[in-house]
């Protein structure tokens, strides 16, 4: 009866752990996609009026290697052009999918619409885009490591 007891336990702790695993895998990917939706729309959008202030919340969400690579391009590609023809660039993710999670690391496939409002333009002009976002476990939470348009 002792023994029957005991595997008893054993059975019921194992599915009460397998059970808490597969909860903090759901939670993870579930954080994967939420993170790098946030992140799209933080990373992919601009006001040339608030530009250090929109590029230091997108820096927010970005390992320290792809923080300073963002840096780079924004600095020589994104601020000149946003300054001199005063643009505007607003990014929504109209969806998202989990492509892989594998331990530390994911990649997250998003569907955009931007919106970009310019000196250049007459009206403001709508892109469709796809990018795939790649997701690096960080100190507890998932930070973009790259960022690649499809």
């Known amino acids: 009866m002792t023994l029957l007891l005991a595997l008893a336990c054993v059975g019921t702790g194992l599915l009460a752990r397998t059970a808490v695993e597969a909860s903090t895998r759901e939670d ?16 992919l959008s601009y006001d040339h009026g608030r530009l250090d202030e929109d ?14 690579e963002y840096a780079e391009y924004t600095g020589s590609t994104v601020e000149p052009r946003a300054r001199r023809y005063r643009a505007v660039l607003t990014t929504e ?18 569907y955009l619409n931007q919106t ?35």
């Open 28 to 43: 993870r990917r579930q954080d994967a996609l939420e993170v790098a939706e946030q992140a799209a729309a933080a990373i």
């Open 55 to 68: 590029v230091e919340a997108a820096r927010a969400f970005l390992t320290p290697s792809f923080a300073r």
């Open 93 to 110: 993710v109209l969806a998202s999918g989990l492509e892989t999670i594998e331990g530390e690391e994911a990649t997250v496939l998003l």
């Open 116 to 150: 970009t409002r310019s000196s250049q333009l007459v009206a403001p002009r709508l892109d469709v885009s796809t990018v795939e976002i790649r997701l690096v476990w960080t100190d507890g939470q998932w930070l973009v490591a790259g960022v690649e348009p499809i």
